[in-house]
């Protein structure tokens, strides 16, 4: 199925732009960490799964009144907690979150704590749903192991698209994916939002969507440079994005359509996950075409000035 025909947009014409919105949303997600930073010592928001600490999923028989949970809190000698709505509208679910103990044993009595706290000074019949409890050691024994689980995935694409294609691409294609993680992440913090190991779940996957996006743009220059060896290096850059367009957008929307669905319907546990895919599909299907593709062009520009012969990157026939 075919949605474009005869597509001829100069996407290497439009470059400047698409540098412009890349720059722009980039800063303001450097810049949205970096005072997250300056505030709470982390980049971003993290949920309890890296900062450590207790989270109780309450549900109450009437509608809760934050203020007054807040107050019982207090009252009851539980500092700095964190209360926010959960679930869906109507379910009067909480999700209080007690902050990181130095001490892991104190951990435990988080729940416990809670539960006392909102029978003595709140008035309002209720259940524990779900209780989260995870040490300061851990929270940072899987934050470190998320960080080296993204590191270590975007090498090994550099280094199978290194030996598939050419290192140029492979390079293009993990400044593309790093592109799209910075934004992801960025919006996390933009809207602070916490990230958790689902978040860091639905980042990953992104990583390996966009990667796959960036390789179908690759797949056909590389098979276009190989049958119009003497066409410039941007025409057949501009002809293989149009070529694949209709490709990109089916596959991009209907996926869009569908973690959309779940952002929207998929409740709170879900929207960090989804928010992340929201985000990153939108991003990584950007950056295919305005990102990766170009960096060949620049690169055989720079090759250029350099004195160096313009040899177009195309790479050998694979072997079946």
Known sequence: MELFHSVNVDWLGKKWYFLLFSLIFSVAGIISMGMHWAHTGSPVPLGVDFSGGTQVQVQFQRTPDINS?????DAAGIKDAKIQSFGAAGTNELLISLPEQ???????????QIVDALKAHYDNPFTVRNVQVVG????????RQAGLATIYSLIGMLIYLW????LIYGVAAVVAVFHDTLITVGAFALTNQEISLTVIA???TLVGYSMNDTIVVFDRIRENLRLSRRESLPDVVNRSINQTLSRTVLTSGLTFLTVLSLYIFGGQVLRGFSFALVVGILIGTYSSIAVAAPMLVAWQEWRAKRGKAAVLPAAKRAKV
Request: proline content about 3%; charged content about 25%; aromatic content about 6%.
């Open 69 to 73: 949970i807040r107050q019982a809190a």
């Open 102 to 112: 130095t001490n892991e044993a104190a951990l435990d009595l988080g729940r416990q």
């Open 136 to 143: 300061p050691t851990v929270g940072k024994q899987l934050e």
């Open 163 to 166: 030996f598939r294609f050419q």
């Open 202 to 204: 639905a980042i990953l």
